[in-house]
T-cell receptor, first 116, second 111 residues
């Protein structure tokens, strides 16, 4: 158990819908990361937040958005869903935000999103 | 663009040593991470190299050569539980932690 929790575990929805994925980082971790893992695209970094502020952005679609709240939990919002958005979405957290450090990220169990 | 290359599959027997290579071409380089992922599980961190050389952690070691844009993960005394996918990932920026992941190498350990 990494200490990172994600809800829900599974989500099934239809094209065009909007969903929200939730992540609670390890106690004390200020950084939260979101990743998408699909069979054809592998593991892709979406976005990083540090203490409530966006710190790094990867291949995140405009239909997707995220935020980190004052209690450090984070939400990933996916809208106008398409079949291709079906994937496993991981949240990770770490204590380190900037340069240096071990750069170790602790991954949650993931949310499996199925878009029908 | 950003690209990382790893072998897609590696097979070895229990007790053996295996090396998983990773070559990268990225717009920025600040370090190389390795992660292990069992089927149905989440990635777990194994190592991070920011400087050239070998880092050893128990049965696992990781090597980096920045001049060659190359790194490898060395697994010794293989055990059945090491059967998993292994991903290398490059940190591409210095302010945030934007990691680009490789396609993964599926390691099968045979008895």
């Amino acid at each position: 158990d990494s200490g990172v929790t994600q809800t829900p575990k599974h989500l099934i929805t239809a094209t065009g819908q909007r969903v929200t994925l939730r992540c609670s980082p390890r106690s004390g971790d200020l950084s939260v990361y979101w990743y998408q893992q699909s069979l054809d695209q592998g593991l892709q970094f979406l976005i990083q937040y540090y203490n409530g502020e966006e710190r790094a952005k990867g291949n995140i679609l405009e239909r997707f958005s995220a935020q980190q709240f004052p209690d450090l939990h984070s939400e990933l919002n996916l809208s106008s869903l398409e079949l291709g958005d079906s994937a496993l979405y991981f949240c990770a957290s770490s204590a380190i935000a900037a340069t240096g450090g071990l750069n170790e990220q602790f991954f949650g169990p993931g949310t499996r999103l199925t878009v029908l | 663009g950003q690209s990382l290359e790893q072998p897609s599959e590696v097979t070895a027997v229990e007790g053996a040593i295996v090396q998983i290579n990773c070559t990268y071409q990225t717009s920025g380089f600040y370090g190389l991470s390795w992660y292990q992922q069992h089927d149905g599980g989440a990635p777990t961190f194994l190592s991070y190299n920011a400087l050239d050389g070998l880092e050893e952690t128990g049965r696992f070691s990781s090597f980096l050569s920045r001049s060659d844009s190359y790194g490898y993960l060395l697994l010794q005394e293989l055990q059945m539980k090491d059967s998993a996918s292994y991903f290398c990932a490059v940190r591409t920026d210095n302010y945030g932690q934007n990691f680009v992941f490789g396609p993964g190498t599926r390691l099968s350990v045979l008895p």
